[in-house]
């Protein structure tokens, strides 16, 4: 059973300010740093610090090198990452004094997937096998169309929610994960209960977990024709930055499901690296190693 994490690569541009700044406003800010990051990148570090073994597949585009060499130390097999002549995609991000934040993406290199790579890279996977996906590459549909033929498991993160989405069979996957606002945005309901009665209707096979910051995350797992329904607090702590915190739940309990771990175990470890992530600055560089962790 291997993991393949078609996902992006992003350069993060993070800028502390006082406050989010307002139309027509001018803000001076208090630091600024450069990170690594994007939706892909972060969950393969996640997945890779939570244990398991996964190979990252994306591209990468000019002053991108730096994003490849760190996902070769966090053990990622990187063999599927190809070099584009693109700007590399890259997010501005402002992180407030109460660590909350606000996002600018720019997909650059990461909207150059091609049918061909697709190909290559999905041959060396088949039946048993699990595919990660988010929304920040071009082809969302043509990859779970892809890795559907081969037999995989599909898990999608659905961010950010925008068109590309149409072209989803939403009916081939097996994993919906998503935050409380993606899920408004997919069904048009605002309650958890909701947003599940909604999913489970269109798409009776597909299993749920909604993330909703302070107030914890909630999933329904289909085993069957049967439904197992679970909810676990967030961890209380004092949040710096909250960036790249979803992605570390989503590594942590992907990872948990892999291993066969029950669906409340996989939930509370995700929940307790979600919230130790939240302590540090940064995305990829926040995520916490699964020894930092107590089962």
């Not at 502390?16 to 208090?30: I, K």
């Not at 175990?265 to 302590?279: D, F, G, I, P, Q």
Request: proline share 4%; with cysteine.
């Amino acid at each position: 059973m291997r993991i393949l994490n078609f996902g992006s690569l992003n350069l993060d541009y993070v800028y502390q300010v006082d406050h989010f700044a307002r139309p027509g406003e001018t803000l001076s800010c208090l630091s600024r740093s450069v990170k690594a990051g994007g939706k892909g990148l972060n969950q393969s570090v996640a997945l890779s610090r939570a244990g398991a073994k996964v190979c990252h597949a994306g591209c990468i585009g000019e002053e991108g090198e730096e994003l490849k060499t760190l996902l070769d130390r966090e053990g990622v097999d990187t063999s599927g990452i190809l070099r584009v002549p693109e700007m590399q995609g890259h997010t501005v991000i402002q992180v407030s004094r109460e660590g909350e934040n606000c996002i600018l993406l720019f997909g650059g290199s990461n909207l150059c997937v091609t049918d061909a790579q697709i190909t290559r890279t999905l041959a060396g996977f088949s039946r048993g096998d699990w595919l990660i996906l988010q929304n920040e590459l071009n082809c969302p549909g043509a990859i779970v169309n892809a890795a559907w033929e081969r037999g995989m498991t599909i898990v999608l993160n659905p961010s950010p929610f925008d068109e590309r989405l149409r072209d989803v069979d939403f009916r081939k996957v097996r994993w919906l994960l998503v935050n409380e606002v993606e899920g408004a945005q997919i069904t048009g309901a605002s309650q958890p209960d909701d947003v599940w009665a909604s999913v489970h209707e269109r798409c009776p096979d597909l299993s749920l977990l909604i993330t909703l910051g302070s107030a914890g995350s909630e999933a329904w797992q289909m085993s069957g024709n049967d439904v197992l329904h679970a909810r676990q607090e967030a961890f209380p702590v004092r949040a710096v930055d909250t960036t790249g915190a979803g992605d570390t739940y989503t590594g942590y309990f992907i990872a948990g499901l892999m291993a066969g771990r029950p669906l409340p175990a996989c939930m509370r470890r995700a929940a307790k690296a979600a919230s130790l992530s939240v302590t540090r600055p940064g995305a990829a560089s926040s995520i916490p190693f699964s020894r930092e962790l107590s089962d």
